[in-house]
């Protein structure tokens, strides 16, 4: 069946410029994350949906990040006035509605590709 | 604060030798712990995953974890090492606390498997 997907797989960009950046999650997954994966760093939290609305955007770094998920289903990650400390691998997840805590943390979260930023 | 520290960057076997990925945990709750893994170019890919049931848990591949609570530790291990099995693995931590499943990332280990 079709994984989460994100575009573009690579985008380059210079300094200062607005860039957008798309995930589709797994049909049917209400739970849509953001992550960013440094160089030989392990992924960070962005923010976290649950339907259209963020539910948790306390990873983001700035006001310069923004993201959207209107009909509940593909997001986009918005970064303003890009600047070279930007560059990263961003990472999209998706999971099914996540309920409870204790034994129900387990749901899991499913990763697509990355699309790799590079801020020049 | 939940966190986890991958003790090896790099860790290097040969094919046909076991495999040991360490890492220790710290949480403030009764944590949610997991192994993921990262070939290149490719998503991240969950492993397996420890919610409080057995300590010894078994995932894909071969691969399986103990979890123990009393060194804070969740060691990755498999008996026999396959070429397929070079990659990036990051053990990884979760506050079910807040409701929902925020993963705390380690810095990651390179496995590398030599013929």
């Known amino acids: 069946g079709a994984g989460v997907s994100q575009t573009p797989s690579n985008k380059v960009t210079e300094k200062g410029k607005y860039v957008e950046l798309r995930c589709d999650p797994i049909s049917g997954h209400t739970a849509l994350y953001w992550y960013r994966q440094s160089l030989g760093q392990g992924p960070e939290f962005l923010i976290y949906?649950?339907?259209?609305?963020?539910?948790?955007d306390s990873g983001l770094p700035n006001d310069r990040f923004f993201a959207v998920r209107p009909e509940g289903s593909v997001s986009t990650l918005k970064i303003q006035r890009t600047e070279r400390g930007d560059s990263a691998v961003y990472l999209c997840?998706?999971?099914?509605?996540?309920?409870?805590?204790?034994?129900?943390?387990?749901?899991?979260?499913?990763f697509g590709p990355g699309t790799r930023l590079t801020v020049l | 604060a939940q966190s986890v520290t991958q003790l090896d960057s790099h860790v290097s076997v040969s094919e046909g030798t076991p495999v040991l990925l360490r890492c220790n945990y710290s949480s403030s709750y009764s944590p949610s712990l997991f192994w993921y893994v990262q070939h290149p170019n490719k998503g991240l890919q969950l492993l397996l995953k420890?919610?409080?049931?057995?300590?010894l848990v078994k995932g894909i591949n071969g691969f399986e974890a103990e979890f123990k609570k009393s060194e804070t530790s969740f060691h990755l291990t498999k008996p026999s090492a396959h070429m397929s099995d070079a990659a990036e693995y990051f053990c990884?931590?979760?506050?079910?606390?807040?409701?929902?499943?925020?993963?705390?990332f380690g810095t990651g280990t390179r496995l590398l498997v030599s013929p």
């Open positions: 990884v931590v979760s506050s079910s606390n807040t409701g929902f499943q925020k993963l705390v």
């Open positions: 997840a998706s999971s099914r509605t996540h309920r409870g805590i204790g034994r129900e943390g387990g749901r899991e979260q499913f």
């Open positions: 420890y919610t409080s049931a057995a300590t």
């Open positions: 949906f649950q339907g259209t609305g963020a539910a948790d």
